[in-house]
């Protein structure tokens, strides 16, 4: 606790002499909340005392969904009011800060990923690789697996759908996989589950690239950067309704790209799956608007874009606000 409040102190102190020498027009400040938010709200008092547009850049849902609480709080609360503009990522914090932030001075800004990238690993990796498995769906989830990412649910509901299979890419303890294991002894001996521990990043893109849809139910998310991979390969994705996932996945839209689905449900995450199994052509056009949308809201040369817009005019270009709830590519 001494280091860390040292350390913050120190952040504070070159920081502020590099305003001082520098004189920036603006200052961009990255931040999780939480214990950062003492160091946030100092750092934007030294921006607004010198005549610097300080734009604090929320990487966080955690502002909309109750989890923080007293001093923490209320030390976010007065970083937002120094800064020039609050940069999140999701409608429902947006929602949750208007009752004391000014609705102007929040913004909604997204995550990137390299799309470029991407393509250069799926191109050396995946070119002629097919499905090991027959199976009327195959599932991957990709991420720690841990309790809070739905990891449990995802089985119990593939373990009541005849012919799915589920990948699950990351690293487990022993306790926990013995009893998702035991989970999916109700179908098939559990044949249909398969584990594939801690992978390189590159080797991601091929466990996804083979299987049919991504999952991601988690009980608690931000703007997670495995949809937009997802997203990017051309997968429909089933997520749960936290943080951004609705947004990235266009669930309100005419042309989703995936399904939503309410945390901690494995019924509602079975019916959601059943759904991809009765209608296959969907699969196809959910993964074209996936592919579609992260090419035009996500990649790294369109989120610059936007953040420099607000660096130079203090507000999302209008463009960017009206695609990001009517995008969809164009089908023949």
């Not at 102007?104 to 690993?121: C, H």
């Not at 690239?209 to 997203?231: I, K, N």
């Not at 009765?278 to 996936?290: L, S, V």
């Amino acid at each position: 606790m001494i280091g860390g409040t040292l350390q913050a102190f120190w952040d504070i102190v070159r920081v502020g002499i590099a305003l001082i020498r520098y004189r920036p027009h603006v200052l961009h400040l990255t931040t999780s909340a939480g214990f950062a938010s003492i160091k946030d709200a100092a750092i934007l008092y030294l921006t607004r005392r010198l005549g610097i547009a300080g734009y604090l850049h929320y990487h966080t849902s955690i502002l909309g969904n109750s989890q923080l609480q007293g001093w923490q709080l209320r030390a976010a609360h007065l970083a937002m009011r120094f800064a020039f503009r609050v940069l999140i990522l999701d409608d429902k914090t947006h929602s949750a800060l208007q009752q004391r932030i000014p609705a102007p001075k929040l913004q909604i800004l997204p995550n990137m990923i390299e799309l470029e990238r991407v393509d250069e690993v799926c191109i050396k990796m995946i070119r002629g690789t097919r499905k090991t498995t027959e199976a009327v769906l195959r599932c991957v989830y990709v991420g720690r697996v841990v309790p809070d990412k739905g990891i449990a649910e995802q089985v119990q509901a593939c373990a009541q759908l005849r012919g799915v299979c589920l990948d699950i890419v990351g690293p487990v303890d022993d306790a926990y996989r013995q009893h998702l294991q035991h989970l999916a002894q109700g179908r098939e001996q559990g044949q249909w589950l398969h584990f594939h521990g801690r992978v390189d990043h590159d080797d991601v893109y091929a466990y996804i690239q083979q299987s049919d849809v991504l999952l991601l139910p988690s009980y608690h998310e931000a703007f997670p950067y495995v949809v937009l991979e997802g997203m990017a390969l051309g997968k429909p994705v089933v997520v749960s309704n936290v943080g951004a996932m609705p947004e990235m996945i266009n669930a309100a839209g005419e042309q989703p790209c995936g399904l939503c689905v309410p945390p901690r449900d494995a019924g509602a995450l079975r019916s959601a799956l059943q759904q991809l199994i009765d209608a296959p052509e969907t699969w196809t056009a959910m993964g074209r608007a996936g592919r579609y949308r992260v090419e035009h809201l996500y990649d790294i040369p369109s989120v610059l874009y936007q953040i420099k817009a607000l660096w130079q005019t203090g507000h999302m270009p209008s463009f960017t606000q009206d695609f990001t709830q009517d995008a969809q590519p164009v089908t023949s």
